[in-house]
């Protein structure tokens, strides 16, 4: 992904720096955090596609003419709220999204950043992963006066093509004031109808329910699985 961008040198005085950015604004209220069936939480980071910080002395193209190119490919941070921040890469949901330019002129810490949309990006169904979650099994043992939940689940490569996915492993707990957290990343190269177990256990208080979900990251999520304690 790039941009051809028009830069006068006005733009950018001496001993300054000019910031420039086409993203996603986080107050468009489209974009989620990386798991996506809780948007509630928030979001806290634009979805910033091309940016480039350039001086004065850059800025010496003939025709004010200069190629911006790609910052990140389809993704951004975010920060989950609870119990710390801690920030993830993720993909962009299917969804029609404003697409902004931004720049800000450095020192503009006590300014808002230049904004204007500059028009639309069309995240569509074919961006999205082949991975399927099925077969999923929980259950519980008492451990003394705890008990070790256990988690499986197969995942399988349902497209036509040879696919590599991080897949996170969600854990929820209810009743410790945390929401979600990933304990494991299971980076997997599946070839089509290739499957794979995810397996994992944990050892939690009574009354303290785990919840279980899968979320790889092009977007492809298993459902959740409760196990109460």
Request: charged fraction near 20%; include cysteine.
């Amino acid at each position: 992904m790039e941009a051809v961008l028009y830069i006068p040198p006005t733009a950018c005085p001496e001993g300054s720096s000019l910031l420039i950015e086409i993203a996603i604004p986080k107050e468009c209220g489209l974009l989620p955090l990386y798991y996506p069936a809780n948007p509630d939480l928030g979001v806290y980071y634009d979805a910033v596609f091309l940016g480039v910080t350039v001086t004065r002395a850059d800025l010496n193209s003939p025709n004010n003419l200069y190629v911006v190119t790609a910052k990140k490919d389809l993704a951004t941070k975010r920060y989950r709220s609870s119990p710390s921040p801690q920030s993830y890469d993720d993909w962009i949901p299917v969804n029609t999204y404003p697409l902004y330019l931004r720049s800000l002129l450095d020192p503009g810490y006590l300014k808002p950043p230049f904004e204007e949309q500059i028009g639309s990006i069309i995240i569509s169904p074919d961006v999205l992963s082949g991975f399927t979650y099925s077969n999923a099994n929980t259950w519980k043992v008492p451990e003394g006066e705890r008990v070790r939940v256990y988690f499986e689940i197969m995942v399988t490569n349902s497209g036509s093509v040879t696919e590599t996915h991080d897949v996170r492993l969600y854990i929820g707990s209810q009743g410790d004031g945390v929401d979600w957290y990933t304990n494991n990343v299971y980076p997997m190269t599946l070839l089509p109808g290739q499957s794979y177990k995810i397996e994992r256990n944990i050892l939690t208080m009574v009354g303290k329910g785990r919840t279980f979900q899968c979320v790889d990251d092009q977007g492809s999520m298993s459902s959740k699985y409760t196990v109460s304690t």
